[in-house]
């Protein structure tokens, strides 16, 4: 099977085109509801953003420093990818901006982008909390900033380097944790003046503003947070052996595979190769009994979307998995810790939860009880359902959730494949 291209390099593709002088073609965009989100605010910024018959994706620049001010207030839906990336776009151009977005959207905090925007010269207007919705003004010329990430986020991280975009001289991002490296390598190749230098346990990115993005041949692969939920569900399915191809494997998201392996999964990596700047395989994956294991806190950024279905890999585990150092998840789509304890614990599953992780006893292979007659609640969230579709799966009664919607956010021939694999 294959599944769907990159969430986190479909927006970036979408946008560093849209920056870019002259036609950017992208093939195997995810056209999910987030990337459409990113797709409509560029169009509304002037950008010509069209797909084509066969699927390829054509996206005409406005250049660097070229965005309109959008006459319409920007739609986000659900994406926080969209929200914080185009406000750090939108913070070194003179114009203004209304950014609107669903219920889960608009609970969720923006003043880890709100902070550094606004010392490069942005002035925001949100609401309580410094939420959803929220007007900002952009200001030209901004003021390069060196910012150190007080959270290990690749969204703030790449707000800040899209403002620098705009921004005359260097402006200069520090990781003390790293985070998904997407944005740098696209913007490199995008012909972006940007480098990278690794002190000790720092990584230093430094940006030079006001120079031209040359338009690229863009290749998306398939997403390695949508491949997680087959690769549990066959890891967890007496008899699976199942071959996902084309998968990125950037070792800055390829958490999930290392953690699968050590908890004793068989995944096999097949035909590696390199596509589009990122390292890329084929993933064959066959039913294996799965051990439960302490999971290193260090290794979270690099899976931080994966751990909704890596708790379900646990519940069918032989013994004690535990997690720790997830705060982050909490401001997610939803609060991930509660919503999966919640969800698995009406499965059948044996969980705590603690401040910062959960801690869970796994039913050493024997499938769970199913929720019966009561309903998962998905509070929005697009990974909290194909969690539980996949627990569903591994249990003796089914699992019911009470809305599929939030899954055409990232995934939206889920349900298709799912039905497909499980025969
Ligand atoms: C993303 C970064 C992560 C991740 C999200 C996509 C990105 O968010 O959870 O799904 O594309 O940069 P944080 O930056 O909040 O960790």
Do not use: C
Not at 66 to 94: D, V, W
Not at 324 to 341: F, I, P, Q, T
Request: cysteine-free.
């Amino acid at each position: 099977m294959r599944v769907p291209g990159d969430k986190s390099i479909s927006h970036r593709s979408i946008m560093f085109g849209a920056l870019a002088v002259g036609e950017s073609r992208i093939t195997g965009l995810l056209e999910g509801e987030d990337v459409l989100a990113t797709a409509a605010a560029m169009r509304a910024m002037g950008a010509r953003v069209e797909r084509e018959a066969d699927g390829t994706w054509s996206v005409h620049g406005v250049g660097v420093g070229g965005l309109l001010e959008p006459t319409q207030p920007l739609e986000m839906g659900n994406s926080g990818t969209s929200t914080r990336l185009l406000m750090g776009l939108i913070a070194s151009h003179r114009i203004t901006a209304q950014f609107t977005g669903d219920a889960s959207l608009s609970g969720r905090p923006m003043g880890r982008v709100i902070t550094p925007l606004s010392q490069m010269g942005a002035v925001f207007d949100a609401s309580e909390g410094g939420r959803l919705p929220l007007t900002m003004r952009g200001a030209y010329p901004a003021v390069p900033i060196t910012y150190r990430l007080p959270v290990a986020s690749a969204q703030v991280k790449s707000a800040v380097l899209l403002a620098g975009l705009n921004t005359p001289g260097i402006t200069t991002v520090i990781e003390p944790v790293p985070t998904r490296d997407h944005s740098e390598r696209m913007l490199t190749g995008f012909g972006a003046e940007l480098e990278v230098e690794e002190t000790g346990s720092d990584r230093i990115i430094r940006i030079r503003g006001e120079v031209d993005l040359k338009p690229q041949i863009v290749e998306v692969p398939g997403d390695p947070s949508s491949a997680a939920f087959f690769i549990v569900a066959a890891l967890l399915t007496e008899g699976s052996d199942l071959t996902i191809e084309n998968v990125g494997l950037n070792p800055t998201r390829a958490g999930l595979v290392q953690v699968l392996r050590d908890m004793g999964g068989n995944i096999e990596e097949l035909n590696p190769r390199t596509i589009g700047g990122e390292p890329v395989a084929d993933l064959r994956v066959r039913h294996s009994a799965l051990t439960g294991i302490d999971v290193d806190p260090a290794i979270a950024p690099s899976m931080i979307d994966e751990f909704p279905v890596l708790f379900v890999a646990a519940s069918l585990a032989k013994g004690t998995t535990t997690t720790s150092g997830l705060d982050e998840l909490r401001v997610k789509e939803s609060d991930r810790l509660s919503a999966m304890a919640a969800a698995l614990t009406a499965a059948g599953a044996r969980i705590e939860e603690r401040e910062d992780g959960l801690v869970i006893e796994g039913t050493g292979g024997e499938p769970l009880r199913g929720t019966a007659n009561s309903r998962t609640k998905t509070h929005l969230d697009h990974r909290i359902a194909m969690s539980m579709a996949v627990a569903g799966l591994a249990s003796r009664d089914g699992v019911e959730v009470d809305d599929v919607s939030p899954i055409q956010t990232s995934f939206p021939n889920f349900m298709e494949l799912l039905r497909e694999a499980a025969g």
